[in-house]
């Protein structure tokens, strides 16, 4: 069996023009331009790449951005003063604090200085313990593990009742992953670098998450026939016969793994696009409830 190629590329394009669509309309009917505010604390380069690309959506979106870049060395106080700042300011409908922070901050501080109604990120305490928590709702779902549930769908995926497995505990996207899977009715099995037979436990999978940042991990004979694949790993191996001397690789060995599964997410181009995506659409959505509010006031 070879494969189907879920397509997040074309997902992510899907996601934003109906975004884009949105933005116009809620400029046209009520005026209001949906704002994202990002926070960037530190030179990490890679940080500096994602939150430039989460401007420049922004803008082909038609929607505004606020760009905060405070140096390393910034405070605490100085940090969740400017996020508090953002959160009672009228033009900013959403707030994404560009992770990891700094060693010497309390990232945990920081992202409850957040309005939880401007909390596109979905990471604020009280939204994190939403999630976690049967019969509530976050006001917002975190973007990364949103587009996995999203691209899951796309492919008409059944998880109710399947065997999920999730590689990776971060609370960025392993974790939110895997609670959204239980929200699904999946049946989850989270695994991480203490885990026991890793390829016993992932041959269960019906479903299969990979967020561990570790190149080509998942070999072929580690999956079931059949099993749906979404590889969130995004990794630089060296590659010299690229111009760049590098190419970039899942967590899953694609060549392998597309012989074997029903579905499988590719890299690049599978849930890479998709986070931004989920993010503009959080944004909109912050704007929306703000004009509902502002038309009931
Ligand atoms: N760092 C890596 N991924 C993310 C993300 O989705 N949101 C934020 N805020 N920081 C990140």
Known sequence: MTAQIIDGTAVAARIREEVKQ???ALKRDYGIVPGLATVLVGDNPASQTYVRN????CQELGMASFGYHLPAEASQAEVERLVR???ANPEVHGILVQLPLPRHLDEEGVLASVALEKDVDGFHPVNIGRLA?????PEFIPCTPHGVIVLLDSVGAKMEGANAVVLGRSNIVGLPTALLLIGRNATVTVCHSKTRDLPGIVRQADILVAAVGRPRMVRGDWVKPGVVVIDVGINRVEDPTTKSGYRLVGDVAFDEVK?????I????GGVGPMTIAMLMKNTLTAAKRRVSELARA
Not at 54 to 57: L, V
Not at 265 to 268: D, F, L
């Open 265 to 268: 997410t590719p890299v690049p």
């Open 133 to 137: 928590m049967k019969g509530r709702e």
């Open 85 to 87: 700042d953002l959160s």
């Open 22 to 24: 949105e933005v116009e």
């Open 54 to 57: 989460k401007q420049k959506t």
């Open 259 to 263: 012989e074997v599964a029903s579905a």
